[in-house]
């Protein structure tokens, strides 16, 4: 079946643009996560959506970071006023339910100019 | 204090020989989760084997096993009969059952290369 989809594969942004990255879990799945992959900091995560609402958004960086999911499906990150330091990957992961295997899209790279 | 610990950044292993990736871990619940993840060049993170803390069993999953050693609190997976397609970065993560939702906790990751 069909794996985590995310678009773009890749975003160049200027500083101080806003962007949206998306992500299409694996259907039926009910948690889905969003994790941030830089150079610096290795593998973080940002936010955890339980069907549309995120019970836990402890990693976010700061208030320019938000996300929304609908219809227990496609989620959306923004980062408004990109910064240069928010240049990395950004990794999205599905799975059936919150404590089972989570199983990664091919990311959205992020670069900030 | 770090939570996931690989202390080897870098791992070289001879096609069809088995490899060790190290990984210590540190928590105070006793209910965990320990994920092991694959991601090579092409960026994408594959899962590869789950081990549970109350699990009895050391987890296999075809050429890969987990070796489990609670009381050491460690986790390292072993690959047997390496392949030139194993070569990737690797990375230990743990679950923690009083963080709700079950976010990830990663390690920095070995990258494994195979040599033919």
């Known amino acids: 079946g069909a794996g985590v989809s995310q678009s773009p594969s890749n975003k160049v942004t200027e500083k101080g643009k806003d962007v949206e990255l998306r992500c299409d879990p694996i259907?039926?799945?009910?948690?889905l996560y969003w994790y941030r992959q830089s150079l610096g900091q290795g593998l973080e995560f940002l936010i955890y959506?339980?069907?549309?609402?995120?019970?836990?958004k402890s990693g976010l960086p700061s208030d320019r970071f938000s996300a929304e999911r609908t219809g227990g499906s496609v989620s959306t990150l923004t980062i408004q006023r990109t910064q240069q330091e928010d240049s990395a990957v950004y990794l999205c992961?599905?799975?059936?339910?919150?404590?089972?295997?989570?199983?990664f899209g091919p990311g959205t790279r992020l670069t900030v100019t | 204090a770090q939570k996931i610990t690989q202390t080897q950044p870098g791992m070289f292993v001879q096609e069809k020989e088995a490899v060790t990736l190290d990984c210590t871990y540190d928590?105070?619940?006793?209910?965990?989760?320990l994920f092991w993840y694959k991601q090579p060049s092409s960026g994408e993170m594959i899962f590869l084997i789950y081990q549970g803390s109350y699990d009895q069993q050391n987890a296999t999953e075809g050429r890969y096993s987990l070796n489990f050693q609670k009381a050491r609190k460690s986790a390292n997976l072993v690959i047997s009969a390496s392949q030139l397609g194993d070569s990737a970065m690797y990375f230990c993560a743990m679950r923690e059952s009083y963080n709700q939702g079950g976010k990830l906790i990663f390690g920095q990751g070995t990258e494994l290369s195979v040599k033919p």
């Open positions: 259907s039926g799945h009910t948690a």
């Open positions: 928590t105070s619940d006793p209910s965990y989760g």
């Open positions: 959506f339980q069907g549309n609402s995120a019970p836990d």
């Open positions: 992961a599905s799975s059936r339910q919150e404590l089972h295997e989570q199983y």
